[in-house]
């Protein structure tokens, strides 16, 4: 067993994972993955571990510092990790982490992380109050 | 902590797992999945789960029955899991399952599944062994 | 008229036709139609080809053995044509064959195949009988 | 057999036929077929109709008069012709032609025409002659 | 200030102006941008600047000749610019231009040119008076 | 002349600006535009806005605060600026804002705001110096 290996990936209440490959249809002319792309990926994360924690209807108030540390190659695998770090109220913010996977050798490397701030709704867009976790 | 709730998600070697939120523009005119996106979706797994194994480059060879039990509706999450569970010399066999998740209470209830056989190839297509789990 | 040309294109009753020309943007990174991309044309074939027979709303309930026979490579075309083969009460099975077509010499080569079993539905998504055709 | 129906489609030399169906996600907040999707249509039926006439790599230098007659609605079939109508040295006419078809009855509309003038070109998109059609 | 670049830009009324980067996955396999999608973004721009004129939903009832100068790089930036020249009772012409501009010197080439006719509609998509610009 | 029209838009060097019509596709199913599709316009407008400055290939190396102060309905315009704030040796800072568009009467609201990170790249994506806007 690599080292770098995910071997056993537990995901805890409020937390949700995704792993995509990226493709040349994400990237940029440079063959790295395009920052537009990378940011609708976070998003995305932000918006599914928060409907899942909230259980309701949620939308993005904003996010704070979002950090780009490395360029994610086209071929690599992204494993974007969304994590409930915060629960007011009627807002939550997730945490939201980004690793590149190198397939030869499975070596990992952080790359992305970003903080979101994210409201649950009712049907009229309104703030409804989070109910506890049961 | 509800019955129903994934309470820790454990993936081992050789699994992957993703959730997306159903959307309208993934869906028909019905308000339901359409099912080519569910193809697309569960091929996706397929191909994510089989290269992180391998660590090589992988093609779909095929696909033995899949099954679309019940529609997936708009607003729903859809948890899709792909399991490695077969390792031939240069080719795999990946379960994918995917199960709906209601955001009001949680319910989980499986609705798609379906076997793909992916093959391991070197930069010109050609086969290559799948080199044994470390 | 070069032998591989197919001369006369003659569509029966309940069969479709279509032909894409392969793109970067549906390609993986080693220069192939990526096979989730494939999945969804061939899902794409079984739907319209069954709409258009049922006269009616259908949905997917599964697929039989999908087999990739052969890379199809950026900038060939590619043939997909569907066919209902079996018609019951309020089910259908549509068979779905690809053809990639080289533009230099138009040689065609088979390299997708599958069958789909799609159910006719009412607006409530339950199954509806199939008229006879007229 | 409906006197709606096509019975049999018999496609020449130089034409190819396509069809669709029109999901919500072509449309526009109307439902019906948004502008710059017929456009993309229209202008796939042609390059895909000139690169299989020419064999060779196609682009496309403009368009005559396109009129969109009737609105396409969501969850009709759009069937799109393209057909080589004039052929110069290194430049062809492509007439393409859309007809909406409404599931229930399949009552057939034409509701789309246009035509492009594409070019043949080498890989250095400089124009090449058009072999004769063998 | 290089002579080329566009030092101020005014938007008069009934023009609107937009900039894109062209992709790889807007591309065709020889690198420059796809007909189809070039189509798109001129439709897009008489779309866009049409109903911000007309206050109004708009339809596209067809388009005047489109030329395809010179193709558009990946790479380039592309400026679309929308005008309105024609105003009727119900009806207006807008008039399309792109230009495409390279990055390191910022030299401008116009590229793509046409006219497109869009009707105002109401809810049910009948034509409705354009009401005179305040 | 409504007071609310933007009736000179005037872009001065390292501004730039575009108006898209928020279509269903780009929605979540409450009607709004999607926060992620909302991050990816951001981003797009960062991305084109740096790269036009700096005259050569761009990267986003992160986002300070963006906040989304309202939502923006489905059938509303929505224009977004990017404008070069800060300039240092071989990074940018490109401030961004949404403004969405009623049709009916014009009316302006501010809904999207955020500052973007970008670094001037050569082709193996290292860091070189901004050369001074001429």
């Known amino acids: 067993m690599s080292a770098n290996f995910p071997q056993r990936e537990m995901c805890t209440i409020g937390e949700t994972r995704f792993v995509?490959?990226?493709?040349?249809?994400?990237?940029n002319h440079y063959g790295t993955l395009y920052?537009?792309?990378?940011?609708?990926?976070?998003?995305?994360?932000?918006?599914?571990?928060a409907s899942r924690y909230a259980r309701c209807a949620v939308v993005m108030a904003g996010s704070e510092r979002i950090v780009?540390?490395?360029?994610?190659?086209?071929?690599?695998?992204?494993?974007?990790?969304?994590?409930v770090v915060r629960v007011?109220?009627?807002s939550m913010t997730?945490?939201?982490?980004?690793?590149?996977e190198s397939l030869p050798d499975g070596a990992r490397t952080p790359v992305l992380s970003g903080?979101?701030?994210?409201?649950?709704?009712d049907g009229d867009g309104c703030p409804v109050p989070i109910r506890p976790a049961r």
Do not use: Y
């Not at 920052?35 to 571990?49: E, I, R």
């Not at 997730?94 to 590149?100: D, L, R, W, Y």
């Not at 903080?115 to 709704?121: G, L, N, T």
């Open 115 to 121: 903080q979101f701030d994210m409201v649950a709704v």
């Open 35 to 49: 920052g537009g792309n990378a940011l609708a990926l976070l998003g995305k994360s932000a918006f599914v571990t």
């Open 20 to 27: 995509e490959m990226v493709f040349p249809e994400q990237a």
């Open 94 to 100: 997730v945490e939201v982490a980004g690793i590149a």
């Open 68 to 83: 780009f540390e490395k360029p994610v190659r086209v071929g690599q695998l992204l494993e974007i990790t969304g994590r």
């Open 88 to 90: 007011g109220r009627c």
